[in-house]
């Protein structure tokens, strides 16, 4: 299995306070990714790495915000949190761009937002 | 607008009969394709998957069909084990360059049944 961890694996918060979730790698792999999974929705794209302090917005980044300041660390801030974000949120690592190569996932962390 | 449809949420096979599991696309720029499966708790896990220039690939008890022209996919599962009772997830990239991720399909449940 691909060397990837993420923490916390669950946690309750309150409305409107931060949360920051880690998503940590020991493959060395250039591209990183945060999704969420809500029942109905499948894996939906929140932000995404291509390199150290390079990143971008998926489909569903409103209300989030990441940073990848080493390689093998991957953050995940929600701002203010909401009860919307509740979810089950994976990390996901690849050492290929889209198309070339498969992505492995962590354990994901499950978010409930009271 | 769902650009990677599974349109059977649920699926119930016999044990060591064949699962076939149907995923359609919308985006004529896709031209990678995987499937994921998933057990509870757990992050998804890469299965198999198919490049553009194929319309098969076989690993083991499993194979993914791709018919370019209906935007359609398939993986056949034979035989049907019990293991293989999980979520099973489609996905789809572009391979023109960038690294922003899959796009998910909302899953379909397999249930082998004994």
């Known amino acids: 299995d691909a060397g990837i961890t993420q923490s916390p694996r669950h946690k309750v918060t309150e409305t409107g306070t931060p949360v920051t979730l880690r998503c940590h790698q020991t493959e060395n792999h250039r591209y990183m990714y945060w999704y969420r999974q809500d029942p109905g929705h499948g894996l939906r794209l929140i932000h995404y790495s291509y390199g150290v302090k390079d990143t971008d917005k998926g489909e569903v980044s409103d209300g989030y915000s990441v940073s990848r300041s080493k390689t093998e660390d991957f953050l995940l801030t929600l701002e203010s949190a909401t009860s919307s974000q509740t979810s089950v949120y994976f990390c996901?690592?690849?050492?290929?761009?889209?198309?070339?190569?498969?992505?492995?996932f962590g354990q994901g962390t499950r978010l409930t937002v009271v | 607008d769902q650009q990677v449809k599974q349109n059977s949420p649920s699926l119930s096979v016999q044990e060591g009969r064949i699962s076939i599991l149907n995923c359609d696309y919308t985006?004529?720029?896709?031209?990678?394709f995987l499937w994921y499966k998933k057990y509870p708790a757990e992050g998804p896990t890469f299965l198999i998957s198919?490049?553009?220039?194929?319309d098969k690939n076989e690993d083991g008890r499993f194979t993914v069909f791709l018919n370019k022209s209906a935007k359609h996919l398939s993986l056949h599962i034979v035989p049907s084990q019990p293991g293989d009772s999980a979520v099973y997830f489609c996905?789809?990239?572009?391979?023109?360059?960038?690294?922003?991720?899959?796009?998910f399909g909302k899953g379909t449940h397999l249930i082998i049944q004994p």
């Open positions: 985006n004529s720029m896709f031209d990678y």
């Open positions: 996901a690592i690849s050492d290929l761009p889209r198309g070339s190569a498969e992505a492995f």
């Open positions: 198919i490049s553009s220039i194929k």
């Open positions: 996905a789809a990239s572009d391979s023109g360059g960038g690294a922003d991720g899959l796009t």
